[in-house]
C-alpha cells in the first residue's frame, strides 16, 4: 500500500511551523530537524529529530523517516544539504544557500545576471574601505558581516563622523561587505514558487516597513507604480529560472528616490512579507513551498483581499486582544512560550476590500 508522503524540514522555526500546517492540509505529513526542544515547527508537526546540523547519525535517520527534504532558514550548513543530497532529494539545491548565505557571493550572482544591486566592495582593510569611499565620491557607506547577517545584526553605518578603526575592530575580523547608502522611497518584496515542472507564480510586490531593521509591517498593492511592480515580477522570474529553482525564494528591494529598483537580498525560502498569503490567497507561500519541493504542480496564488500584515514582536504578542474582535483580522502565533526583545511571536493579518488584483 502506498504511504503518505513525508517531507523533512530542516529547521524548527515559524517558517517551518507554516510549511507543515499546509501540508499537512494536502496530507502530507511533516518530520522536522532541529537543534532546538520543543520548535515553534515541531509542535504542528508528525515527527522531530533533534540534533545539530553536523550529526549524520542523526541526519541518516531524519533521511531515512522522509521521501523528501528541504529547509527553513538559510543558515543551514551547505554540508549538511551535500550529506543529505546523497540520501533523499533536496530542494532547493544548495547552490542556492551558497549564494544567500554570502553577501559577496549573492551580489556578484546578481550582478552577473543584470539584477542591478547597491554599489558595492568586499575590502580587507580599513584602509581600502576609505579608497573605495574615495572612488565612490561619497563619505559614508553601510558595513555588513558577509556571512551570517540578518534583521540588521552584523551592520552598522559609516559616516564620515566614525572612527573606522573602531567600527572595524567591532566586527571580529568578520569579513565584511561594504554598500552605498541607498537613499530610498520605499523597501518591497516579491517572492516566487517555482515547481520541477519549471512552472512558476510570483507574490507581490509587497511593501514592507521595518522597526529596528525587523520587518514590522507588510501592505499589498504596495502602492508602486505599475512598471516597477511589473519589472520586479521580471526581476525576481529571471532570478528563479537562473538559479533553476525548485521551491521558494524572495528578493528584497530597494525603491530609490530616482524611481530604481535595487535588490538587497536573496532569501532562499519562504518569507515574512509574504505570510499574509495564508489568508488573503487561495493557494499561500507555504503550500506552494511544499508543493514545489513535493513534486505537486505550483498552485495559483490568486490574492481575494488586499491586506496589511502586522508583525507581533516581543510583548506585541500579548496586546493582541482588540484583534480577535476585529472583522478580517487573522491571528497568527507562533507557539513561542518566551516573550524576548526582537523575537518573531507571530503575525496579524488584516484582510480589506480588494482594489487591485495584483
Ligand atoms: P539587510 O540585513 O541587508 O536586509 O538590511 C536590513 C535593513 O537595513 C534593510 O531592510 C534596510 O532598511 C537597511 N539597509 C540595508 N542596506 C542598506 C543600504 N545599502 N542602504 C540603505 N539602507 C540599507
Same mark, same amino acid.
Given at each position: 500500500m502506498e504511504h503518505t508522503l513525508r517531507l523533512g524540514i530542516l529547521g524548527g522555526g515559524q517558517l517551518g511551523r507554516m510549511s507543515a500546517l499546509a501540508a499537512a492540509r494536502l496530507g502530507i505529513s511533516v518530520v522536522i530537524f532541529t537543534p532546538e526542544d520543543h520548535s515553534p515547527a515541531s509542535l504542528v508537526a508528525a515527527d522531530t529529530v533533534v540534533a545539530t546540523y553536523d550529526d549524520e547519525g542523526a541526519l541518516q535517520r531524519f533521511a531515512g523517516m522522509v521521501d523528501v527534504i528541504s529547509y527553513e532558514f538559510e543558515n543551514i550548513p551547505v554540508e549538511t544539504v551535500a550529506f543529505l543530497k546523497k540520501l533523499k532529494p533536496v530542494y532547493p539545491d544548495e547552490r542556492l544557500l551558497e549564494v544567500s548565505q554570502d553577501r559577496v557571493a549573492e551580489k556578484s550572482f546578481l550582478n552577473a545576471i543584470d539584477i542591478p544591486t547597491a554599489r558595492w566592495a568586499a575590502p580587507k582593510t580599513p584602509e581600502e574601505a576609505l579608497k573605495h569611499l574615495e572612488e565612490w565620491g561619497v563619505d559614508s557607506c553601510i558595513f555588513k558581516t558577509?556571512?551570517? #547577517?540578518?534583521?540588521?545584526?552584523g551592520q552598522a553605518r559609516y559616516t564620515g563622523n566614525t572612527n573606522i578603526e573602531t567600527l572595524w575592530t567591532q566586527f571580529n575580523s568578520s569579513p565584511l561587505i561594504m554598500e552605498e547608502v541607498v537613499d530610498f522611497d520605499c523597501e518591497i518584496s516579491v517572492i516566487v514558487a517555482r515547481d520541477q515542472n519549471k512552472n512558476m507564480v510570483v507574490y507581490g510586490p509587497m511593501l514592507n516597513e521595518h522597526k529596528n531593521h525587523i520587518l514590522a509591517r507588510t501592505v499589498?498593492?504596495? #502602492?508602486?507604480?505599475a512598471a516597477l511592480a511589473e519589472e520586479s515580477i521580471k526581476l525576481i522570474k529571471k532570478l528563479a529560472d537562473q538559479i533553476d529553482l525548485t521551491g521558494v525564494l524572495t528578493l528584497e528591494l530597494f525603491v530609490t528616490k530616482d524611481g530604481r529598483l535595487l535588490a538587497n537580498e536573496i532569501a532562499p525560502r519562504t518569507h515574512n512579507s509574504g505570510h499574509w498569503s495564508i489568508d488573503?490567497?487561495?493557494?499561500?507561500q507555504f503550500e506552494n513551498h511544499v508543493r514545489c519541493v513535493c513534486g505537486l504542480p505550483v498552485g495559483a496564488p490568486e490574492r481575494h483581499s488586499d491586506v496589511e500584515m502586522l508583525n507581533l514582536i516581543g510583548d506585541e504578542?500579548?496586546?493582541?486582544?482588540p484583534y480577535y474582535d476585529e472583522p478580517g483580522a487573522c491571528v497568527h502565533l507562533y507557539g513561542k512560550t518566551e516573550v524576548r526583545e526582537g523575537r518573531k511571536m507571530g503575525h496579524v493579518t488584516r484582510l480589506r476590500e480588494q482594489t487591485q488584483p495584483l
Open positions: 558577509v556571512r551570517f #547577517g540578518y534583521d540588521g545584526k499589498v498593492p504596495a #502602492g508602486i507604480n488573503a490567497c487561495a493557494v499561500s504578542a500579548l496586546k493582541i486582544a
